[in-house]
């Protein structure tokens, strides 16, 4: 099979069940990014606090979005009561979409980039080692055509043996790149995280990266994001 999103992945059997079936599911929910790797290349890759309790050999799936999500996700909003009642309307509405595509799989455990230790994942160690989007020295996962214009959202684990046994990382961004983003995050980090104020220094460092540029968030979505500005859903919005 052909992953546009995963170019690096031609060369493993994607003849697994679920490989197939859960990205056509969720694309039309705009969680458009799933690419698999072998859990137990995480489990290797991260601190005992960080692990999950399941096989090696068994297959997980790391699922995230491009810009594709925000208006399939804000025309959900417009739709449904429990999202515009929900405390994070995003992280609610990727929750649904994922346990709807999930229906009828053998599933192991889901843990969400939105949970909070204890259950947190470290999905950007994930989606390295899955070959989505490499770890950059600003902090952010870069895919090889959206750039760092991607968000994570969980890494799924079946019941099922994965496709490889070894990690497949992705190539590393930086290589053959100036590195324009870490004076940005260094700007960044002078001013601080302030949602109210300092959040478009932090846009400027996914705009210092050249990659994807064209796949940058709207507007809207970047309010959303950034400032927890929930005007940017829209009138419906309590
Ligand atoms: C905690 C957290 C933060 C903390 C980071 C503090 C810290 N020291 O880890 C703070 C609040 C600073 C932060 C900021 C932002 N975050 Co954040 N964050 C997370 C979260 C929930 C957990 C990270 C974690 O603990 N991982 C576990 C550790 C052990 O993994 P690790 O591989 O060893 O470390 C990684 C991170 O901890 C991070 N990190 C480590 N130290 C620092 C220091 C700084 C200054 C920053 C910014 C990050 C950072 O980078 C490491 C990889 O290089 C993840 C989601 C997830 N579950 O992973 C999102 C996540 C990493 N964040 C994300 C984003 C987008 C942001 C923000 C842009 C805010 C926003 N509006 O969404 C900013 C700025 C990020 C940037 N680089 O420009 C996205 C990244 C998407 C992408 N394409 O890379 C993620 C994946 C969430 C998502 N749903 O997509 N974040
Ligand atoms: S600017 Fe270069 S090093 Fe930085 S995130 Fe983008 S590709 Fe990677």
């Known amino acids: 099979m052909h992953d546009l999103h995963n170019p690096g992945g031609s060369s493993r059997d994607f003849s697994t069940p679920a490989v197939r079936l859960v990205p056509e599911r969720l694309a039309p929910t705009g969680l458009d990014l799933v690419a698999p790797l072998t859990l137990g290349a995480y489990q290797q890759a991260v601190s005992e ?71 947190r994942v470290a999905i950007q160690r994930a989606a390295d080692l899955a070959g989505m989007a490499s770890l950059s020295p600003a902090h952010l996962s870069v895919h090889p055509i959206y750039g760092p214009w991607i968000a994570l959202r969980a890494l799924v684990v079946l019941d099922t043996p994965a496709p490889t046994r070894a990690p497949w990382p992705a190539a590393p961004c930086w290589e053959g790149c100036r590195r324009p983003c870490l004076e940005a995050l260094q700007k960044a980090l002078e001013v601080g995280w302030d949602p109210k104020k300092t959040w478009p220094a932090w846009v400027a460092i996914r705009d210092a990266c050249p990659r994807g540029q064209r796949y940058r968030y709207s507007e809207e979505a970047l309010r959303y994001h950034y400032a927890r500005d929930r005007k940017a859903l829209g009138l419906l919005s309590p």
């Open 49 to 119: 606090p960080l692990r999950l309790s399941a096989r090696d050999d068994r297959l997980a799936l790391v699922v995230g979005n491009t810009r594709a999500l925000w208006p399939l996700f804000l025309k959900a909003f417009q739709l449904q009561f429990d999202l515009q009642r929900a405390a994070d309307p995003l992280d609610r509405y990727v929750e649904q979409a994922l346990a709807r595509a999930l229906e009828g799989l053998p599933v192991l455990d889901v843990r969400f980039a939105h949970e909070l230790p204890p259950r």
